[in-house]
Each structure stands twice: as C-alpha cells, then as structure tokens.
C-alpha cells in the first residue's frame, strides 16, 4: 500500500488542522492505521492509532481530548483532526499502515509510511 500524507501548514497556538492520508494499492481496509510525528531532534512519536473497522482508537496521552483519528475506507483516506494546538505539536507527522487488529505505538510494527506533512504551531 502506498500513503500519501497532507493538510500541513503554519497555525497559531490554538488553532486547528486537520490532515488526510490517502492510500493507493492493496486493499485499505484490511490495514490499521497510524500517525506518528518527529520533532526536530526527537525520536519518531506515536500520535494515534485506528483499528480497520475504525471502531477501535489510541491516542497519545499527550494529545487525548484534542485530536481525533477516523477513517473511510471507501475513500481509502485516514484523518487526523488537530484542535487546540500547542507549539510543542511542531513535527513532521506521517501516517502508517499495519497487519495489527489492535493499532499501538510500536514504530516497527508499521511497514508502510507516508513521506511526511509539516505542522508549525507557533506561539
């Protein structure tokens, strides 16, 4: 499966974003779904996590209450809704897909990966 992640950009410390993950390729929905993010000289960080149906979710202690995960397979996409943004939400944020039932923040258990969209929250 290929990704292809966007709706990146520059927001203000408050505002919102809502990125999208289009795949092409094998089937979508028999993959769960993933976004992490990097900051810059910071290890790649679990964000969220859906299951294929979209009825199971994960998320981050630090972004809980203000992001939200979902999907539609029929559009092969993947969202991740970003409200009250905070400066320390900069990052390069990609989406990944997995074989798991159950999406969890374990990196390597991702063989597929989107090229990355940039966030820039700033103060």
């Known amino acids: 499966v290929q990704l292809q992640a966007s709706g990146g950009g520059l927001v203000q410390a408050g505002g919102s974003l809502r990125l999208s993950c289009a795949a092409s390729?094998?089937?979508?929905?028999?993959?769960?779904m993933g976004w992490f993010r990097q900051a810059p000289g910071k290890v790649r960080e679990f964000v969220t996590g859906?299951?294929?149906?979209?009825?199971?979710?994960n998320y981050a202690d630090s972004v809980k209450g203000r992001f939200t995960i979902t999907r539609d397979n029929a559009k092969k996409t993947v969202y991740l809704q970003m409200n009250s943004l905070k400066p320390e939400d900069t990052a390069v944020y990609y989406c990944?897909?997995?074989?798991?039932?159950?999406?969890?923040?374990?990196?390597?258990?991702?063989?597929?990966w989107g090229q990355g969209t940039q966030v820039t929250v700033s103060s």
């Open positions: 990944a897909a997995s074989s798991v039932v159950i999406p969890g923040p374990t990196s390597n258990l991702y063989p597929y």
């Open positions: 390729g094998r089937t979508f929905s028999i993959y769960a």
């Open positions: 859906i299951s294929r149906n979209g009825e199971t979710t």
